[in-house]
């Protein structure tokens, strides 16, 4: 051991002595005039700056080798540039054209740090603004805004994410590449994240299992924190959201700074909402919900590399609309006190990059542990269990030259479950879950145009459970040893047809591991009783999916479909049995199964208007087993119509718009046999958000009226529609960000 540490040690000193980097240059117009405050952002080293007044900038204690870096000014197109930096200075003069319509920006979920446009996976982005402006309450619903992404939702505080017709246990949720662990087993569990300090969210649509494993087979959703305050820079803000319908206040406040080493950051944040009401007036009892956040960070960045770590407290009391409750609430109200979810969850990584010569060591490890606790009408709660999780990764970038990338890694994690307090309800066993995973990545660029993107991953994966309740009764939970292995891979290509025209197509094999509530549950969940399967096999999907995409100056242009077929889907449903008070049993089974569909979008400034924005999408998905029945949870096919007018100034407001938006779903007549059909419905919503610059400071105000004609409907994917509770009528919000900021008083290097 001590001869590591002074390995170690003198590999830092002679990092440390060695030739100082830095990146400097000039941010300009397309006429050499200076982008005073453009952001100039190095993603890979968490590191950035703002040009200058004159449009220089300065980065300093740069690592050797390829690095990526993000050019952007509101009002130009963002620009993504890889350069190989050299010891000394590296000069990048950059010039942004002006943007009717945004092009591209860094994205870090596809296994390489690269522009969306590089990637052979397309991913889609929604920044933080389009969500805090959304004019919702559920943080879920304002990413159904992409398209080919739904949501199952049970009221305004619990919801789960649909891509492309997989939900669930098939779609992974990441917090900053984290996979979050928190009892996401059914449509009774939340999201189980918390938007304050989300700066985007990238979305994969399509198995990811080759770059995250198992239960990424539908997809993935990563959950980017805010990026670093610029260095040598203080900065924060104070936010709050009001909405009408639920009586609802969000409140959020964040402060952050960065000198030329070091970085730091807390958000800390509330939410209380009322009972929501539907289209027409009624509230829906106990559809309440509160929530508490604290997120901190802190870390180093310097010529060795970055290194971070990063504390996440999310603590949720969500109401449940159950029938046991409906006759005992008598009125609106926001207070959690019987029949709720009590869930508490922490979460720690470290995230670690360093550079020794051409190579790049990335080191991840991270620990939560998931509280959850279902309160009912007793003194104790109902069910208590604890999920504690730890997942590692470490990734080698091997030497690679321009047209190059190579990867190999490991990522494992290794999680147990205890329920505690032995209470009345026992609906999992206790358990111990490992898994452990080789993984290889590859990328070349073929003549600047043509890129291949592929790679391999072997994983063996171990599930057992104990012992729980006694024997001969309808509780016992029989222990459980289940050892499983699999291989996953995909092969992708992008092709720049010309500056304009990208086409994209992939291949992946993926798969997805029973998890322990598919294989063991037994007891009561919801409004029903479910049994687990313990003789269920790996899912194993098989996806090709083919993207197009036009990018001009005024139009914009999207048409992407895809194919998967599925080996040993799992589902669940009802049984010919019931309980003996007349529940009826659940079971989950397995069956191929298909899905097919696409999604397709035009976006279109009048070059005449180029203030006005129009923008059209279309989203489809079918779903069906092998004997012709249609798979449960398959949303309806839907239009999304927006038209906007932007002003750059509007008196004394700066940065101004105007939208009047429109979502339309068809009728969805292909229900599952367990489901019932849904009707069609269209819902209008019209919002205003603006800037104004006061003491120097710029302030954000939005307002929005969602379902503006409060519209009575059911949207396919509620899990309230079978109680008759319809979705969310009429919602006005009103949102407000105050930010501040300051330079530290320590010296930082400028030009």
């Given amino acids: 051991m001590k001869k590591i540490v002074l390995i170690f040690f003198v590999l830092f000193l002679l990092l440390k002595v060695s030739a100082q980097n830095q990146i400097k240059g000039f941010v300009s117009d397309t006429d050499k005039q200076p982008l005073a405050g453009a952001t100039i952002f190095l993603p890979e080293l968490n590191k950035g700056t703002t040009a200058s007044q004159t449009g220089e900038f300065l980065i300093t204690n740069v690592p050797t080798g390829k690095v990526r870096i993000q050019f952007s000014f509101i009002g130009y197109n963002t620009q993504v540039k890889t350069i190989e930096v050299l010891p000394g200075d590296n000069i990048v003069n950059i010039q942004l054209t002006t943007s009717v319509i945004q092009s591209q920006e860094v ?14 996976v397309k991913i889609d982005i929604l920044r933080s603004k389009d969500i805090l402006l959304s004019g919702t309450p559920n943080f879920m619903e304002s990413i159904t805004l992409v398209p080919g ?8 505080g619990v919801s789960k994410p649909v891509i492309r017709g997989l939900s669930m246990n098939d779609i992974l949720v990441l917090n900053n590449g984290v996979r979050i662990e928190n009892y996401q087993f059914s449509e009774n569990h939340p999201l189980g994240i918390d938007d304050n300090d989300v700066d985007r969210v990238e979305v994969i649509k399509g198995p990811a299992s080759l770059l995250y494993g198992s239960d990424a087979i539908g997809g993935a959703l990563n959950f980017i924190k805010e990026s670093p305050a610029p260095t040598g820079k203080v900065i924060g803000d104070y936010r709050i959201q009001l909405h009408s319908n639920t009586l ?36 829906v009892p106990n559809s309440r919900f509160r929530e508490w956040s604290v997120s901190a960070n802190s870390g180093y960045t310097g010529k060795i590399g970055t290194f971070k770590i990063l504390y996440d407290y999310f603590k949720q009391d969500l109401g449940m609309t159950v029938p046991a409750v409906i006759p005992l609430i008598t009125g609106q109200g926001r207070h959690n006190e019987i029949w709720y979810q009590d869930l508490d969850h922490h979460l720690v990584s470290s995230q670690n990059k360093l550079y020794i010569g051409r190579f ?62 032995d209470r009345a309800s026992q609906f999992l066993p206790d358990a111990d879950v490992n898994n452990i995973g080789g993984v290889a990545l590859a990328k070349y660029t073929f003549f600047e145009k043509f890129s291949l993107q592929g790679g391999l991953r072997y994983d063996i994966y171990k599930t057992e459970t104990y012992a729980l309740g006694t024997e001969e009764t309808d509780s016992y939970h029989a222990p459980v040893l289940k050892n499983f292995s699999s291989l996953s891979g995909s092969l992708g290509a992008t092709y720049n047809i010309n500056d304009k025209w990208i086409f994209r197509t992939n291949f992946a ?58 080996i040993n889907y799992i589902y669940i449903s009802p049984t010919a049995d019931t309980t003996s008070t007349g529940v009826d049993i659940y079971r989950f089974s397995q069956s191929n199964a298909n899905l097919f569909g696409g999604e397709a979008g035009i976006h279109f400034h009048p070059e005449l208007m180029p203030w006005l924005h129009i923008q059209v999408t279309y989203s489809s998905v079918i779903g069906r087993q092998e004997n012709g029945n249609f798979l449960p949870f398959i949303p309806a096919h839907k239009f999304r119509y927006e038209i906007r007018a932007d002003y750059k100034k509007l008196g004394f407001l700066n940065h101004s718009a105007i939208k009047l938006s429109a979502l339309t779903a068809l009728k969805q007549d292909k229900p599952s046999p367990y489901e019932t059909e849904t009707d069609g419905y269209t819902l209008i919503n019209l919002s205003f958000n603006t800037d104004i610059n006061v003491f120097k400071q710029t302030l954000v105000f939005g307002i929005s009226a969602n379902n503006i004609f409060d519209i009575r409907y059911y949207d396919h994917l509620s899990t309230l529609k079978p109680l008759n509770y319809y979705n969310q009528g009429r919602n006005i919000s009103v949102f407000l960000k105050i930010p501040f900021e300051t330079n530290m008083i320590c010296k930082s290097k400028h030009l």
């Fill in 107 to 120: 994205v870090v979920s596809g296994g390489y740090v690269s522009s969306q446009h590089e990637n052979a």
């Fill in 149 to 156: 992404v739904d949501m199952i939702s049970k009221g305004q």
């Fill in 248 to 283: 609802g206040m969000n409140n959020s406040m964040g402060l952050k700074g960065s000198s030329e080493h070091f970085f730091g950051g807390l958000r800390v944040g509330n939410k209380t909402h009322a009972d929501y009401r539907e289209g027409g007036g009624y509230y």
């Fill in 360 to 421: 790049k060591w990335e080191t991840n490890i991270s620990y939560q542990s998931a509280l959850r606790k279902l309160q009912t009408t007793l003194e104790v709660p109902f069910v208590e269990m604890n999920l504690n999780t730890v997942t590692y990764e470490s990734k080698l970038y091997l030497p690679s030259g321009k047209n190059s990338e190579f990867i190999i890694g490991i990522q494992g994690m290794d999680q147990t479950n205890r329920n505690k307090n």
């Fill in 509 to 566: 094999k993926a798969y997805h591991v029973p998890n322990l509530s598919e294989l063991t549950s037994n007891g009561m969940h919801g409004n029903r009783y479910e049994t687990g399967n313990e003789n269920l096999k790996p899912e194993d999907a098989y996806e090709f999916d083919a993207s197009l995409h036009y990018h001009g100056v005024y139009l914009s242009f999207d048409l992407a479909g895809f194919y998967n077929h599925i």
